[in-house]
């Protein structure tokens, strides 16, 4: 085996891809991580724990506008946006050093540079030190993630309009913040700035924010937004774009002409597939560009693997670590597989959306029978100690009793949602919350009342 021969190649250091070379490197395996640029991947640099690090800073921001009510006088309250993006950089350089530490102690080698395949599990990369080498592997895994979409829309792209990463960064207050897209990063980024004292504005094509959720959920975080003062508009159309992004844009759409300071674009991803000479090694793409993989996560190619969302896995971190899972397990023999996963999703709004299982429109879909049971957030009396009693659980139950799917709108839903995705991972019927001793007084207290407002068979 030559210095640039491994046993294992990995080519991006998100979640799945690094755990898997820490693991391989740990049971003596020759492995190499290429990274273009993020050590660790996205999460910790750009996108998952940044954007909560930030939405906390907002948090803070409401309690503190809001301190009266709960006794506390504080005088006049301003944001100071260079503390809050300085805060946030502070723990993504711990996260890169915590990182760094990993690959150290695991043995497995970490090369900075940009990678095109060009064979069969042969990688050639542009060294971010400077000049180029090829490096080659028994076994090549994918692991190169998407990146936002900015969408064919005329003017967009001169506005250069801010992604997520951008938006990040600003360490001044956007005056008026337009955000294109009424997804969990729109939502959630919009209601940080709102709160931070920018005037938000949110454009959504479809007829509600959170498409993919039930109408009543949907409904309910919209309501909670419009309360803090954000502008929603729904069915919209953009027809062209005008201006500039940090000093003046327009945009024109089927509902007419919005005009602000800064323009951010949460309106999906594209995966990173495009022009890296995937089709040389013989990996196959969809009509979307995203990875061809089976439920094992085997690409078209021999001996190759894909994770993570360019593999069309869904767009989170624990996803993408459950697909390391999958490759590690079966490397080692096994037969572990994607295949009807229990996938759970949190929105780190205020208040939270947890969900995990069939939504009721999902459930319909499929011609699933299901009993349905709602208990608004007030029902739970934790949520009146801290004066947030927006929202409800919702459980929905099929006719073996067995829970199907679950969502919350309230404060810390996905920690209440991991109880529920507990039950249902374990098979046990909705009796066994409804009956459980909960400790008063928590959130996860309200399982009880809400399963027991289940409908007899």
Request: aromatic letters at 6%; hydrophobic letters at 40%; one cysteine or more.
């Amino acid at each position: 085996m030559s210095s640039n021969s491994y046993d294992v190649l990995i080519i991006g250091s998100g979640e799945g891809g690094k755990f898997l070379a820490w693991h391989l490197g740990r049971s003596g395996k020759k492995v190499a991580v290429i990274e273009r640029k993020l050590i660790g991947g996205s999460c910790p640099n750009t996108n998952c724990l940044p954007s909560k690090n930030e939405i906390w800073s907002a948090k803070v921001a409401d309690l503190t506008h809001h301190a009266e009510a709960f006794g506390s006088i504080t005088g006049a309250v301003a944001t100071d946006m260079r503390k809050v993006v300085a805060r946030k950089r502070e723990m993504v350089d711990g996260l890169i050093k915590m990182h760094l530490e990993f690959y150290k102690d695991s043995g497995a080698e970490l090369i900075m540079g940009e990678a095109r395949v060009v064979a069969p599990r042969t990688v050639e990369v542009k060294l971010n030190d400077g000049g180029n080498a090829t490096f080659s592997g028994d076994k090549l895994v994918i692991n190169i993630g998407t990146h936002a979409s900015i969408p064919n829309i005329p003017g967009l792209v001169a506005a250069k309009p801010m992604t997520n990463i951008e938006l990040l960064e600003l360490e001044y207050l956007p005056r008026h913040l337009i955000v294109f897209g009424g997804g969990y990063v729109g939502l959630e980024l919009a209601q940080s700035f709102r709160r931070f004292g920018s005037q938000v504005t949110i454009l959504e094509a479809s007829p509600q924010i959170a498409a993919q959720e039930d109408p009543d959920v949907a409904a309910e975080i919209a309501d909670a937004l419009r309360a803090e003062g954000i502008a929603i508009e729904t069915g919209v159309t953009i027809t062209n774009v005008e201006g500039r992004s940090g000093t003046n844009v327009i945009v024109m759409t089927s509902g007419g002409r919005f005009e602000g300071t800064d323009l951010l674009v949460a309106a999906g991803r594209t995966p990173n597939t495009n022009a890296i000479g995937l089709d040389s090694a013989g990996v196959e793409l969809d009509a979307r560009g995203y990875i061809v993989v089976n439920d094992r996560l085997e690409t078209t190619a021999p001996d190759t693997w894909a994770i993570g969302e360019c593999a069309g896995s869904q767009q989170f971190t624990h996803v993408s670590f459950d697909d390391f899972r999958i490759i590690r397990d079966n490397l080692a023999g096994g037969s572990r597989s994607k295949k009807d996963r229990l996938v759970p999703y949190c929105m780190f709004t205020d208040p939270q959306l947890g969900r995990v299982g069939l939504s009721e429109k999902q459930a319909k879909a499929k011609g699933i029978n299901v009993r349905i049971a709602k208990l608004p957030m007030a029902g739970v009396l934790r949520s009146r100690t801290i004066s947030e009693t927006r929202g409800f659980m919702k459980a929905l139950v099929g006719d073996d009793d067995r829970i199907v799917g679950f969502a919350m709108v309230g404060p810390e839903a996905g920690e209440v949602m991991a109880v529920v995705q507990t039950a249902m991972l374990a098979g046990l019927p909705y009796t066994a919350l409804r009956d459980a001793i909960i400790a008063h007084p928590t959130m996860a207290e309200g399982l009880g009342p809400l399963f027991t407002r289940v409908p007899a068979r």
